[in-house]
């Protein structure tokens, strides 16, 4: 197996890492002869768990790659987690803000260092009572339209057993996790095309499409349509208060 270079923080996030993911997890992989061993590549997850990064990290990682996740800026505010995720050149996006931009610049700058950048379309676990993916956000789209990168989905399931976030509730046993790689997502018909709105949220949905049916290879059921997730309530007084 091609060995990866890593600097000294990224040693030390696979040291704390690995032996808990030996712990809690019996893996099955399927497909990580789908991500290029070199060259830029966006992976796009689904999202069952706040557990599933480190499944999909472990994943990419034995392929060989390094995942550089993009992921909400409040989790760098985090004391020590913050520090290592800095340290190993992971993206924080600032969401509805003018900070995005930067984001979006340094995803670009990782995908021409020739990086494989994680981005979960969703944007946050999924809503669905039976937790099939949502219909995603346009950002991984609009990524590869600018770079034209190559755009990989993966669909895991089981993280969900470890970590159930409808119920909040915490499983530390060892459990059953599966992570399946398909091939690079055709998203040549758009090549070149402006990124309209409707441009972008049509790629996003062949992109969630790719992603349904490779989850629908991995657990029970026929996949129901892309779910549109619950409109936000509007805040009123007392919930300001």
């Known amino acids: 197996m091609t060995q990866l270079r890593l600097g000294f923080w990224q040693r030390v996030a696979v040291?704390?890492?690995?032996?808990?993911?030996?712990?809690?997890?019996?893996k099955t992989w399927i497909g990580r002869e789908n991500?290029?061993?070199?060259?830029?590549?966006?992976?796009?997850?689904?999202?069952?768990?706040h557990f599933d990064p480190l499944v999909v990290a472990h994943f990419i990682y034995r392929v060989p790659r390094w995942p550089r996740f993009l992921g909400k800026a409040s989790i760098w505010k985090v004391p020590v987690i913050g520090y290592l995720l800095r340290k190993t050149r992971q993206i924080p996006v600032e969401r509805g803000s003018t900070e995005a931009a930067k984001s979006v610049e340094a995803l670009v700058t990782a995908l021409n260092e020739g990086g494989a950048v994680v981005i979960y379309p969703e944007?946050?676990?999924?809503?669905?009572?039976?937790?099939?993916?949502m219909r995603g956000k346009t950002?991984?789209?609009?990524?590869?339209?600018l770079t034209g990168a190559p755009v990989v989905p993966i669909a895991t399931w089981g993280p969900q057993t470890i970590f159930d976030p409808r119920t909040n509730k915490l499983r530390?046993?060892?459990?059953?996790?599966?992570?399946?790689?398909?091939?690079?997502?055709d998203l040549s018909r758009w090549a070149g095309a402006a990124p309209t709105r409707a441009v972008l949220q049509e790629m996003t949905d062949a992109i969630m499409l790719d992603v349904r049916d490779l989850l629908a290879e991995i657990r029970d059921g026929e996949?129901?349509?892309?779910?549109?997730?619950?409109?936000?309530?509007?805040?009123?007084?007392?919930?300001a208060s």
């Open 15 to 26: 040291m704390l890492v690995l032996p808990v993911m030996t712990a809690l997890t019996r």
């Open 35 to 49: 991500i290029p061993r070199t060259g830029p590549v966006i992976l796009v997850p689904n999202h069952v768990s």
């Open 123 to 133: 944007g946050t676990t999924t809503r669905h009572p039976d937790l099939w993916p």
């Open 139 to 145: 950002g991984a789209a609009r990524l590869a339209l």
């Open 172 to 185: 530390l046993r060892r459990t059953p996790v599966t992570v399946i790689a398909g091939p690079q997502i």
């Open 223 to 239: 996949p129901p349509a892309l779910y549109e997730r619950p409109a936000r309530r509007a805040s009123t007084s007392e919930d």
